[in-house]
């Protein structure tokens, strides 16, 4: 798996048109695509599922939504998709029309305002930031259930949970290809050991159960830097933190977050193992996500 860091001046300008053209053609072709979700709904565990996205990734969560409900046989009992402020719930609910699935819509408002006396700050930071309106959508939402959180950006493979991890996991993360924190904050209220781990954290899929209770003072301190100085990957940097307690986290051949076949023909194989259950398409990989789902729909698998 190569480094973020280490292959971005290699890669910068290269094909990005093409991947431009690639992805508007792929999203058209998506929607003429038939996706029988009723075909592959099966009965319901006590989970949530749960994503926040733009206007503009509507479709994606569509076929991320899709990918999952395919290919897991662990079925959550609602699936849960919070607005970034770009979209109402009655847009939402439209787009979303013949979808059969129990969705609900939430605004991020929504989330945000339920710490308005319990931690003030995270509702702050929301105000302010998407990274904070993600982060309380998931606190709020895993405070009375477990939650599954995706990006939109996430295609499913297989079953990422069991029933014994309903019971017994707190916190699972997913691991990224560098350490992409917040730098600033970590200076800033000396957290520099967070580098020191050998798998840096990425929060494109989360599992969780617990809600405000799982912070610390460390991380409620971080909330708070955050709620007045917004940082890139800052939501990230935070569940770094609660990693360093939890120490919970998928193999990085499970939850994957490679970023190795950005250039690759466009006819070549993309990134597959064996033991693959999701893949998070971050960065300029988007192109892959809709090569990668356009396979599960016509061929019917990967």
């Known amino acids: 798996m190569i480094s973020k860091q280490s ?6 300008g290269k094909r990005i048109e093409e991947q431009r053209a690639y992805i508007s053609a792929m999203r058209l072709v998506n929607r003429l695509l038939l996706k029988p979700f009723d075909k592959f709904i099966k009965p319901a565990n006590p989970y949530t599922y749960l994503t926040i996205c733009s206007i503009e990734e509507l479709d994606r969560v569509e076929a991320s939504l899709f990918s999952f409900v395919k290919n897991t046989s662990f079925h959550p009992e609602k699936y849960v998709i919070v607005s970034d402020g770009s979209w109402d ?6 787009f979303f029309s013949k979808n059969s699935l129990p ?3 939430f605004r991020w408002e929504d989330c945000a305002l339920a710490f308005k006396d319990t931690c003030p700050s995270l509702m702050k930071w929301a105000e302010k930031q998407i990274w904070g309106r993600k982060l309380s959508a998931i606190l709020y939402f895993s ?3 477990p939650v599954l959180f995706a990006d939109s950006d996430v295609l499913w493979f297989d079953t990422p949970i069991n029933s014994k991890d309903l019971v017994s996991t707190k916190l699972k993360l997913s691991v990224d290809n560098s350490h992409n924190y917040d730098a600033h904050g970590i200076e800033e209220l000396k957290l520099s050991h967070l580098y020191d781990t050998e798998e840096p954290i990425n929060c494109g899929v989360v599992f969780i159960h617990g809600g405000l209770s799982l912070l610390d003072d460390v991380s409620l301190s971080f909330i708070s830097y955050q709620a007045e100085h917004c940082g890139k990957y800052s939501e990230q940097t935070l569940f ?4 360093l307690r939890f120490n919970c986290r998928w193999e990085p ?4 977050s490679d970023i190795d076949d950005i250039v690759r023909d466009f006819d070549l194989p993309n990134i597959y193992y064996s033991n ?17 789902y356009i396979k599960i729909v016509l061929n019917g698998s990967f």
């Open 89 to 94: 719930v009655l847009e939402g609910a439209s």
């Open 276 to 292: 693959m259950m999701a893949r998070h398409y971050v960065w300029r990989l988007k192109w892959v996500f809709w090569k990668d």
């Open 240 to 243: 770094a933190l609660l990693d």
């Open 103 to 105: 969705l609900l819509f």
């Open 143 to 145: 405070n009375n259930t």
């Open 253 to 256: 051949e499970e939850i994957v």
């Open 7 to 12: 292959f971005i001046e290699t890669i910068v």
